[in-house]
C-alpha cells in the first residue's frame, strides 16, 4: 500500500552536487525507516544509506561516507540524499525504499531483506 515518489535525478559534472527526494504515501501517522540503494549498469544493487524511523540513527556505505547526507521529515515520511562531491562511480539508478515495521529485533540498515516497499528508481549521471 505504501507509494514511493522519487525525484532529483538527473546530469551533473563530477565534484558537482545533486539532492535526491523521496516521499511515501502517508496511509498511517506511523513513521517509516527509509533509505537509498543505487544500482549501476552490470552490476549489482548496492547500499548507499538509511535512516532509523525516529530519525535518530543513520547510516552510510563506506563509499559515500562524508559525500552524502540523508535525512528526513518524519512527520510526512518524506526523505532527501544530498549528494556532494560527485564521481563518475556514483552514476547509477537510485532507489528509495521503506519499512513501515521491524521485521525482529535487530535492524540491519544495509539489507535489501528489510524493506517491503520501493520507488521506481532515479538516474543519476555524473560526467567526468
Known amino acids: 500500500q505504501v507509494q514511493l515518489v522519487e525525484s532529483g535525478g538527473g546530469l551533473v559534472q563530477a565534484g558537482g552536487s545533486l539532492k535526491l527526494s523521496c516521499a511515501a504515501s502517508a496511509r498511517t501517522s506511523s513513521s517509516y525507516a527509509m533509505g537509498w540503494f543505487r544500482q549501476a549498469p552490470g552490476k549489482e544493487r548496492e547500499f548507499v544509506a538509511a535512516?532509523?524511523?525516529?530519525?535518530?540513527?543513520?547510516y552510510y556505505a563506506d563509499s559515500v561516507k562524508g559525500r552524502f547526507t540523508i535525512s528526513r521529515d518524519g512527520p510526512k515520511n518524506t526523505i532527501f540524499l544530498q549528494m556532494n562531491s560527485l564521481k563518475t562511480e556514483d552514476t547509477a539508478v537510485y532507489f528509495c525504499t521503506a519499512q513501515p515495521s521491524p521485521h525482529g529485533d535487530t535492524w540491519y540498515p544495509s539489507a535489501q531483506s528489510e524493506y517491503d516497499y520501493w520507488g521506481q528508481g532515479t538516474q543519476v549521471t555524473v560526467l567526468s
Open positions: 535512516i532509523s524511523w525516529s530519525g535518530g540513527s543513520t
